[in-house]
């Protein structure tokens, strides 16, 4: 008799971090979708890094470059936003 393989548990806060990450930097210019993507990326980042450590599962690196890309989108929200300041004053 064969016993069952053990299930592999899947880490979909590191996921849902590079994809918010990638939308935040890919769309930088617009300032609400940008802003609230990174965010997100940012929060989950953190929450993948926190639960892979936690249950040791994989999607660390996942979590970690949607992290990444999340801080990249809100210093890219952030520049844009007083070079628009400065242009309008």
Known sequence: MQ???PVKRNNS???????LGIIGVVFF???????????LAI????R???VANKYKIGG????ILGLILG?????LWVYLIIKYMQFIA
């Open 60 to 63: 660390k690196a996942y979590s």
């Open 43 to 46: 929060f989950f980042g953190t």
């Open 48 to 50: 993948g890094i926190v």
């Open 13 to 19: 806060f590191g996921m849902m971090s590079l994809i």
């Open 71 to 75: 801080i990249i989108g809100t210093v």
């Open 29 to 39: 210019w617009v300032p609400i979708l940008d802003m609230v993507a990174s965010l």
């Open 3 to 5: 016993q069952a393989k």
